[in-house]
């Protein structure tokens, strides 16, 4: 019994679609602390974001099996109802779901937290109406309140999946069904999202996420859905009214029909219910019809019940008070568990009893068959699982040896393998996430506890992505809304345009991977699109996926924005970390094909951009290679780095300070990667060679080439600037390559600083006119002397700007002169 037994207790209860949810959280946020057990982890979930945008993070808790938010300051907890640390002391305390004591798996969970849950100053149980007189003989003191549906709920009948209106939710009581009424809905209405508790909260809101953003207009669960996850669902049928309980195949009773037809409507906002089939054992009867459109379910007679605080004496003992009956004639001893299953099997092991000898020890290996089944497997495989782990934490320090659990939860870290297959591992996921919140089973529970959600998050992803590719066709969905026709299973032929058509009705055109639909499409006389040609459809974008995975190199091209295939575009470029390192984003046409195929022809194209990179621009990607290299030095790097967002253009003057930084060796390096340092721009020779040049020209985005191979050009041309390799002088621009053997051919023409006359032959032969010459001399340190009349000009050298001057010219040595320019080096 609870020591704050004598706390008020509120019971309220009522249909689905009251708030009491609702009610709860609001009542909760005003108290100092409070604590709320669910029924599911998706609805834990679910509030806990929604008091953590209200209180903080920092003091919200998430507790479940498998998860754990747990900040130091935490005064506030969403727990699952077998998580719910009771003994933890909170102001307030709620149990959400309370009817579910009498389920016979779950039930004795739900009962003990009823008996024994409380807040120091408020408790509060939720449930159903049925849940009335149970309360009244085990909660006596207990305020009851009724709490009323806000909206109408109404039988509609019975409808097929082809005639259900929108915002419809279909549930089934099985993952086979689940899957085969999606993909009925995807190729009659273009697809539906699909919710199951063995769902991820991240798949679940995920999938919700697109029934609530209109994105598909139907929704196919389980009776998860019955659980008070909000949904904006207007109808809800029922594929089916058996379920598998457990034990048995067994109609659903009426108030389990009630709870889940009651999520149609939201808020004042009316609902309906009804039937996939008309008649047969899965139809209403008249009698069920009545008692769920008046919410009048049957009044509980039982609830299941387990002693909740066991004796750990010893394993005789604990068995002995997990299977004593009840003493309250309204409480049945719960059916065998498969908790209680598998310590039966583990007590008659003689090692198990070796090592428990102790209270401590019996307490840990009830502890160890505390971990759920989440795969399925049944009592023994399970009981086989849980002794393993039982013998890691009772021997040594008690801990799962790392590498165990490294290997196996790395074996789960594939996110190839269809829906059913990924939905698995999900489930191993679950299993070894709930061990990692165990506090004292492995060294060190927070990395392990972080490394195994970083996989059921990728998993949860590749799920939701593998659920949509396989039940989901938004395009489909848009289509039928437009025209409002059913599909149909008409015969569809892709022409050698790409024309799509059915019985010679054209339907659009579908170019690389993207389909187009005519103009004309929603013409009275084309009441069948793309639902009725979407199989066919699915088969030919997966045929081309894999011949563009398979493309030879030269079916592919670049043309300066995307780059391209068969005349299509399938990726452009976008900034990346430098110039010469992009980012290659896949055309969203592809989004048609699954991950794994996106994910490979995404690796295929950045492998051919990189190879014809360095294939047509070897500088720019030595440059970039240089940039990363911690031996290179920081001066190398830091003109590397200018070259590569130049272009491998640089004039000298912007890079001044960063040329004079560079020892001997690191000018060595700079040559060797193919740049001249010029005496007015550092260059690569390479990059001004015509196929090199469009490459650079494409990767910049530059706007108008220059002619191929054009060495001075109108300075008024296409191209004629720096940005294009050609320096402007005058009324024209010649190309740098150019001005640096003018240059060379100077300095080796003069004798240190006495008046010459250099060879006009070189510039005439180039184009250049007097002009052009004159100003470049001037640019290159040179100043005009006077000489003879008539003579030709004569020149002086001067010396350059302070960024580019040397030290001291030497008077007869041009090299040396050279050098200290450091041209050539």
Not at 393 to 421: C, K, Y
Not at 786 to 810: C, H, N, S, V, Y
Request: proline content about 6%; charged content about 25%.
């Amino acid at each position: 019994m609870s020591r704050f037994a004598r706390s008020p207790v509120t019971a309220v209860l009522g249909p689905t679609n009251t708030g009491k949810t609702h009610l709860a959280v609001e009542r909760m946020c005003g108290h100092a602390s409070g604590m709320i057990g669910f029924p599911l982890r998706l609805l834990a979930r679910e509030v806990y974001d929604r008091v953590v945008r209200i209180k903080g993070a920092e003091q919200v808790a998430l507790i479940t099996g498998e998860e754990k938010i747990l900040p130091p300051k935490a005064r506030w907890f969403l727990c699952t109802a077998e998580s719910m640390p009771l003994e933890r002391e909170t102001a307030f305390v709620a149990l959400d779901e309370a009817q579910i004591g009498a389920d016979p798996e779950r039930g004795h969970v739900f009962t003990d937290r009823l008996l024994r849950a409380r807040g120091r100053e408020e408790t509060m149980i939720l449930g159903s109406d049925s849940l009335r007189p149970m309360l009244k003989a085990l909660v006596p003191d207990a305020e009851i309140v009724g709490r009323p549906r806000f909206s109408t709920l109404s039988y509609a009948g019975a409808k097929k999946i082809s005639r259900l209106p929108r915002r419809s939710a279909i549930v089934a009581f099985s993952a086979e069904e689940v899957y085969a009424v999606a993909e009925t809905l995807r190729r009659l209405r273009g697809g539906a999202a699909v919710v199951m508790g063995a769902l991820s909260p991240r798949t679940r809101n995920a999938q919700v996420e697109m029934f609530q953003a209109g994105e598909v207009d139907y929704l196919v669960a389980t009776d998860a859905i019955g659980m008070g996850l909000n949904m904006d669902v207007h109808h809800v049928a029922f594929a089916s009214l058996h379920k598998f309980d457990g034990r048995r195949q067994r109609r659903l009773t009426i108030a389990e029909m009630a709870q889940i037809a009651g999520r149609a409507g939201r808020h004042q906002k009316d609902g309906s219910f009804g039937a996939l089939n008309e008649q047969g054992p899965d139809s209403f009867t008249p009698e069920e019809v009545l008692a769920i459109e008046a919410h009048q379910v049957p009044r509980l007679e039982h609830l299941y019940w387990r002693e909740g605080e066991p004796d750990f004496a010893s394993i005789e003992d604990l068995i002995g008070s997990l299977e004593r009956k009840p003493d309250s004639p309204v409480l049945r001893a719960a059916p065998e568990a498969v908790d209680l299953a598998v310590l039966k099997r583990l007590a008659g092991e003689d090692w198990v009893r070796q090592r428990v000898r102790d209270p401590r020890m019996v307490a840990r290996l009830w502890s160890a068959c505390g971990l759920p089944d989440f795969r399925k497997l049944g009592a023994d495989p399970h009981a086989r699982f849980v002794g393993r782990i039982f013998g890691h934490l009772s021997e040594g320090r008690g801990h799962i040896p790392h590498q165990w659990f490294a290997d196996e939860i790395a074996r789960l870290d594939n996110m190839g393998g269809d829906v059913e297959t990924l939905a698995g591992r999900i489930a191993a996921a679950r299993s070894w996430a709930y061990i990692a919140h165990r506090a004292d089973w492995l060294e060190n529970p927070f990395h392990w506890a972080e490394r195994t959600r970083a996989i059921e998050e990728k998993l949860s992803d590749a799920l939701h992505a593998s659920l949509t590719q396989r039940f989901v066709d938004k395009r489909t969905t848009v289509l039928l809304r437009q025209i409002g026709a059913d599909a149909s299973n008409l015969p569809v032929e892709i022409g050698p345009e790409g024309e799509v058509s059915v019985e010679e009705h054209v339907l659009g055109t579908l170019e690389g991977f993207r389909f187009t639909v005519t103009p004309d499409a929603r013409a009275s006389d084309k009441r069948m699109l793309l639902a009725a040609a979407e199989k066919r459809l699915a088969s030919e974008l997966r045929k081309r996926g894999a011949a563009l995975l398979e493309a030879e190199d030269r079916e592919l091209s670049f043309d300066g924005q995307a780059l391209v295939w068969r005349g299509v575009a399938v990726a452009r470029l976008t900034p990346g970390p430098s110039l010469v390192r992009p980012k290659i984003l896949l055309d969203r046409a592809l989004d048609v094909l699954d991950a794994q195929a996106r994910s490979a022809i995404q690796a295929r194209l950045d492998r051919w951009f990189a190879a014809h990179l360095a294939r047509h621009l070897p500088v720019l990607a030595k440059l970039d290679a240089a940039t990363r290299d911690p031996q290179a030095g920081a001066p190398l790097r830091a003109i590397a780095g200018a070259l590569i967002e130049a272009g491998g253009l640089l004039p000298r003057r912007a890079a001044g300070q960063m040329v004079e930084a560079l020892d001997p060796q690191a000018r060595k390096a700079l040559r060797a990667m193919g740049v001249t340092i010029g005496t007015l721009d550092l260059f690569a020779p390479a990059l001004l060679k015509p196929a090199a040049a469009r490459w650079r020209r494409m990767l910049m985005g530059l706007g108008v080439a220059p002619r191929d191979g054009a060495t001075v050009l109108p300075r008024n041309a296409p191209g004629a600037g720096l940005d294009h390799g050609y320096r402007p002088l005058g009324a024209q621009a010649v190309r740098v390559d150019l001005v640096e053997r003018i240059a060379r051919a100077a300095h080796d023409s003069r004798r240190g600083r006495k008046p010459f006359a250099p060879d006009p032959a070189l510039a005439t032969s180039m184009g250049l006119q007097p002009e052009t010459f004159a100003r470049l001399m001037a640019q290159l340190g040179f100043r005009t002397a006077r000489g003879a009349e008539g003579q030709p000009p004569r020149w002086i050298w001067q010396g350059l700007t302070p960024q580019a001057a040397p030290k001291a010219a030497p008077k007869d040595n041009a090299f040396a002169a050279l050098a200290e320019l450091g041209i050539g080096k």
